[in-house]
């Protein structure tokens, strides 16, 4: 009897050191969060829609196609900017509109379903929306001389 | 009279509406009719009990009460029917729902799943965008979100608006 025992606390012993060993080397392992530390790119558009009959910006061809198909009609579309941001989950940036407006964006989370963000553009609208990468969420940012602004965000894919 | 009165037992009081009633068995009836040819008293208590017999018999048949027996028989008969008919369906019932049951479980089940998962997490990959929540301090807004690459949130921004998308200034 002794002798059975003796191999069970060893083996007793040996399956709690693999126990230990596992957890400590599935530690280091584990993926993270991606939407933790790591920076959310989007692109980000501000555009001024008239019907000056000044046409339509190549750069915003898309956004006008975008609209239009929406039934937003303007016959002319003047990019005024254009760059990329780079964000970190809970940063806050504002951008500042032509129309003495602020616009400020939050990305709350990134996920494998997008980026969910935080939009307040000033005297418009405030809300939380979530888009995949090349997804464009569009919003409108007040009037600005004859015509309106609009903002324009679409994430980027990581990788 | 006292005398014969007095001869007559308690037993075979009890004996003679016994007969009277046919409750004696054959033998007890042969016994009993062997003392009553020797028993004047017996006799005379006998045919007292059939002249009341008679009497009681000749009330009923002439009662006014109205015999409802034939008229109840029938409904009776219908009422025993319609119970046994509707212990058989209701016994079908039972057997419906026992079929019935896990089937129903499992579309509700189906429901949940469907609606959970098809409806609220799909609507997110199926137009690769979500409006959760949103604000417009009591302006007029459009949310459009039928192109599956675009979500557009428009804040209509007076008559001009209603007018540059070439519907009525006053609609929005």
């Known amino acids: 009897m002794t002798w059975y025992r003796a191999a069970q606390r060893a083996a007793a012993a040996l399956a709690l050191l693999g126990l230990c060993a596992g957890a400590a080397s599935a530690d280091p392992q584990k993926p993270k969060d991606p939407g933790k530390g790591k920076a959310i790119q989007m692109r980000m558009m501000v555009t001024r829609l008239s019907n000056d009959g000044s046409g339509v910006d190549p750069g915003a061809k898309e956004l006008e196609n975008k609209l239009s198909s929406q039934g937003i009609r303007y016959d002319s579309a003047e990019v005024l900017q254009k760059k990329r941001l780079k964000l970190g989950v809970d940063e806050v940036r504002t951008i500042d509109l032509p129309n003495g407006r602020k616009a400020h964006v939050r990305p709350l989370h990134q996920g494998a379903d997008g980026v969910l963000m935080a939009v307040d553009v000033e005297g418009s609208s405030k809300a939380d929306v979530r888009a995949k990468p090349n997804h464009t969420v569009i919003f409108s940012a007040g009037p600005y001389q004859d015509g309106k602004l609009v903002l324009s965000l679409e994430p980027v894919d990581p990788e | ?172």
């Open chain 2, 1 to 172: 009279m006292t005398g014969e009165h007095d001869a007559m037992s308690g037993s075979n009081d009890e004996l003679l509406h016994a007969y009277h009633d046919g409750e004696l068995s054959r033998l007890g009836r042969w016994r009993f009719e062997r003392t009553l040819r020797h028993s004047p008293a017996l006799q005379r208590e006998l045919a007292s009990l059939r002249q009341m017999r008679g009497a009681l018999q000749a009330l009923d048949g002439t009662a006014d009460a109205p015999d409802l027996w034939e008229s109840l028989r029938p409904r009776l008969a219908g009422a025993r029917a319609k119970a046994r008919d509707g212990a058989i369906s209701e016994g079908r019932g039972r057997g419906i729902i026992w079929w019935l049951a896990p089937l129903g479980a499992a579309a509700a089940t189906a429901a949940v799943v469907l609606a959970v998962y098809g409806g609220f997490f799909a609507s997110s990959p199926a137009t690769g965008g979500t409006l959760r929540w949103i604000d417009s301090e009591g302006r007029s807004v459009m949310v459009l979100d039928d192109d599956p690459d675009t979500t557009i949130i428009w804040v209509l921004d007076g008559a001009m608006e209603g007018a540059a998308r070439g519907g009525r200034s006053d609609v929005v």
